[in-house]
């Protein structure tokens, strides 16, 4: 039975441990009251700890089958349902977020955990590819040769101040590197720790029930730039998932890259995720883009990776139309507490910045509610083109409810406005028939630019399936080339062997003649089952 009651303690495999650093404790960011328990940050020897742990169960977990592995994450998702409304407390006591969101997140942790124990016993992850022998091919024989993916090693994974469950403790990266054969150690965050001990628990749990090595699973508070650079540096680590600011992501980044192996860091770090309303979209609706627009920017309180920052239109009457009704449904947005206080003193930060700019006129701002104690308040602003060309600050990401409307000089405007962008996880178009001429131009400029292409729709809202992709060009993330949502995550922690002549005693199951795990297969360059 997954335990509930909090102690203020990290997970070190299969023991609970009290840290012995600087004292952290959860603000709820509505009332600003401090919560209990205290928890205290790890060291170097927390670290030392779990690594070693993680590279002494590396061994035995990678060899799993695919089912023991499939059970394993099927018992996480379900031991994190049970903790049911004890874990939803506690949420929306660390962070602010509104219960039926809350629980709308911890069924999508539980669901895409489920999704990659499917994905793991239909066992086409493996990559299983044979090429039998041509003993008589002339002018020269071909070996036989195989091939599939084997696991990178222990991996770690920092929780996310956003997604307390999706992207934390058991989120995607979590559930990607588990179904991959690695052991994860966890940097939780530390604006919820109560969060991330009960999720924790509930995998502790999981590895205890299904006989696995400790080392599977271990949990650490601290900072970043002592804990977190101290597990990246580690040699026994292989590979590393975050999900956080640009300056934190480069600074893993740059640790990786400095190690005398240096391992890849999948970072999700920056995006502003623009939005381009084509001519007939805007003359036909520009009301009604302009509502779902600003129920878009403030979901979330603007605290979603995928939040629409920015927006290119054409300057005319119903570009006028657009910003008076997105001005009037922004201060219709009443002020909600952000995620903590950090986040919200940043995100006023760079609001301020562009107040401050001459070229930038405010549309419209949200309400305030001094009875908050983590306030976030929405605002549209809007500029020119030709000023926002001329304005670097205008392309920063601001993490909330902020959003800047660019005017266009005319429709062949978007395809440069595309090209000027550093990488984004989104783009997002909105486009009447009578725009797909010109449409049709701009989606290869977006193809080299952003993961996902959206249309007539909004970016907020992640599918987690196996076409999803949220990633993209840096700085959205660090590796343009992988997903950190949907199946197609598991590739990050895998990487490719080959086999040549292998005598059959020793070859893996998945290889093997035959095929006794039953997965697709590519034999001779056919995919089958057989």
Same mark, same amino acid.
């Given at each position: 039975?997954?335990?509930?009651?909090?102690?203020?303690?990290?997970?070190?495999?299969?023991?609970?441990?009290a840290?012995?650093?600087?004292? #952290?404790?959860?603000?709820?960011?509505?009332?600003?009251?401090?919560?209990?328990?205290?928890?205290?940050?790890?060291?170097?020897?927390?670290v030392?700890? !779990?690594? /070693?742990? $993680?590279?002494?169960?590396?061994?035995?977990?990678?060899?799993?089958?695919?089912?023991?592995?499939?059970?394993?994450?099927?018992?996480?998702?379900?031991?994190?349902?049970?903790?049911?409304?004890?874990l +939803?407390?506690?949420?929306?006591?660390?962070?602010?977020?509104?219960?039926?969101?809350?629980?709308?997140?911890?069924?999508?942790?539980?669901?895409?955990?489920?999704?990659?124990? /499917?994905?793991?016993?239909? &066992?086409s992850?493996?990559?299983?590819?044979?090429?039998?022998?041509?003993?008589?091919?002339?002018?020269?024989?071909?070996?036989?040769l195989?091939?599939?993916?084997?696991?990178?090693?222990?991996?770690v +994974?920092?929780?996310?101040?956003?997604?307390?469950?999706?992207?934390?403790?058991?989120?995607?990266?979590?559930?990607?590197?588990?179904?991959?054969?690695?052991?994860?150690?966890?940097?939780?965050?530390?604006?919820?720790?109560?969060?991330?001990?009960?999720?924790?628990?509930?995998?502790?749990?999981?590895?205890?029930?299904?006989?696995?090595?400790?080392?599977? @699973?271990?949990?650490?508070?601290?900072?970043?730039?002592?804990?977190?650079?101290?597990?990246?540096?580690?040699?026994?680590?292989?590979?590393?998932?975050?999900?956080?600011?640009?300056?934190?992501?480069?600074?893993?980044?740059?640790?990786?890259?400095?190690?005398?192996?240096?391992?890849?860091?999948?970072?999700?770090?920056?995006?502003?995720?623009?939005?381009?309303?084509?001519? &007939?979209?805007?003359?036909?609706?520009?009301?009604?883009?302009?509502?779902?627009?600003?129920?878009?920017?403030? #979901?979330?309180?603007?605290?979603?990776?995928?939040?629409?920052?920015?927006? @290119? %239109?054409?300057?005319?009457?119903?570009?006028?139309?657009f910003?008076?009704?997105?001005?009037?449904?922004?201060?219709?947005?009443?002020?909600?507490?952000?995620?903590?206080?950090?986040?919200?003193?940043?995100?006023?930060?760079?609001?301020?910045?562009?107040?401050?700019?001459?070229?930038?006129?405010?549309?419209?701002?949200?309400?305030?509610?001094?009875?908050?104690? $983590?306030?976030?308040?929405?605002?549209?602003?809007?500029?020119?083109?030709?000023?926002?060309s001329?304005?670097?600050?205008?392309?920063?990401?601001?993490?909330?409810?902020?959003?800047? +409307?660019?005017?266009?000089?005319?429709?062949?405007?978007?395809?440069?406005?595309?090209?000027?962008?550093?990488?984004?996880?989104?783009?997002?178009?909105? $486009?009447?028939?009578?725009?797909? !001429?010109?449409?049709?131009?701009? #989606?290869?400029?977006?193809?080299d630019?952003?993961?996902?292409?959206?249309?007539?729709?909004?970016?907020?809202?992640?599918?987690? *399936?196996? %076409?999803m992709?949220?990633?993209?060009p840096?700085?959205?993330?660090?590796?343009?080339? *992988?997903?950190?949502?949907?199946?197609?995550?598991?590739?990050? @922690?895998?990487?490719?062997?080959a086999?040549?002549?292998?005598?059959?005693?020793?070859?893996?199951?998945?290889?093997?003649?035959?095929?006794?795990?039953?997965?697709?297969?590519?034999?001779? &360059?056919?995919?089958?089952?057989?």
């Amino acid at each position: 039975m997954t335990a509930t009651a909090l102690t203020g303690a990290m997970f070190l495999g299969s023991k609970r441990v009290a840290g012995d650093g600087t004292e #952290v404790r959860a603000i709820d960011p509505r009332t600003g009251e401090q919560l209990e328990p205290t928890y205290r940050q790890g060291d170097a020897s927390h670290v030392e700890y !779990a690594a /070693r742990l $993680a590279a002494e169960a590396f061994g035995v977990y990678r060899e799993t089958t695919p089912e023991q592995r499939a059970s394993f994450l099927d018992r996480i998702a379900d031991n994190i349902d049970a903790l049911g409304d004890t874990l +939803v407390d506690r949420v929306v006591r660390e962070t602010g977020i509104v219960e039926p969101r809350v629980r709308g997140e911890m069924a999508r942790t539980t669901n895409q955990l489920r999704l990659f124990a /499917r994905v793991v016993r239909e &066992g086409s992850w493996a990559g299983a590819r044979i090429d039998p022998a041509l003993p008589d091919r002339m002018p020269l024989p071909r070996p036989d040769l195989r091939q599939r993916k084997v696991p990178l090693g222990p991996v770690v +994974v920092f929780g996310a101040s956003n997604f307390p469950l999706a992207f934390s403790v058991a989120g995607g990266d979590t559930a990607a590197a588990l179904a991959a054969g690695c052991p994860v150690i966890v940097k939780a965050h530390n604006a919820h720790p109560g969060v991330s001990e009960l999720v924790a628990g509930a995998i502790a749990d999981a590895v205890a029930t299904s006989g696995l090595p400790e080392g599977v @699973f271990s949990m650490i508070f601290g900072s970043g730039s002592g804990v977190g650079i101290g597990l990246v540096s580690d040699p026994r680590v292989k590979a590393v998932g975050f999900t956080g600011s640009r300056q934190a992501g480069l600074s893993l980044m740059a640790a990786a890259a400095s190690r005398p192996v240096p391992i890849p860091v999948y970072a999700e770090m920056s995006s502003i995720n623009p939005v381009f309303l084509m001519p &007939g979209a805007l003359a036909a609706d520009a009301e009604g883009l302009a509502a779902a627009y600003v129920a878009s920017l403030t #979901v979330g309180v603007g605290q979603l990776c995928t939040n629409p920052g920015l927006v @290119f %239109a054409v300057d005319g009457p119903d570009l006028d139309r657009f910003l008076e009704a997105a001005g009037a449904a922004v201060t219709q947005s009443p002020a909600l507490p952000m995620l903590n206080p950090g986040i919200q003193r940043s995100y006023t930060e760079g609001v301020a910045r562009l107040q401050d700019l001459p070229t930038v006129t405010e549309v419209g701002a949200g309400g305030v509610d001094e009875a908050i104690a $983590a306030p976030g308040q929405a605002h549209v602003f809007a500029t020119s083109v030709t000023d926002f060309s001329a304005e670097p600050a205008m392309r920063e990401e601001v993490f909330g409810s902020s959003s800047l +409307v660019v005017r266009l000089g005319d429709a062949g405007d978007f395809a440069a406005a595309a090209g000027d962008l550093e990488g984004q996880l989104t783009a997002t178009v909105h $486009a009447a028939p009578s725009d797909y !001429a010109a449409a049709a131009g701009l #989606v290869p400029a977006l193809e080299d630019k952003v993961g996902r292409i959206i249309f007539n729709g909004w970016p907020t809202g992640v599918e987690v *399936s196996h %076409a999803m992709v949220h990633g993209g060009p840096f700085p959205a993330t660090s590796d343009g080339r *992988s997903t950190s949502v949907g199946t197609l995550a598991i590739e990050r @922690f895998l990487r490719p062997v080959a086999y040549q002549d292998l005598p059959a005693e020793l070859l893996p199951p998945v290889l093997a003649a035959g095929n006794p795990l039953g997965a697709w297969r590519l034999v001779d &360059g056919e995919l089958t089952r057989g």
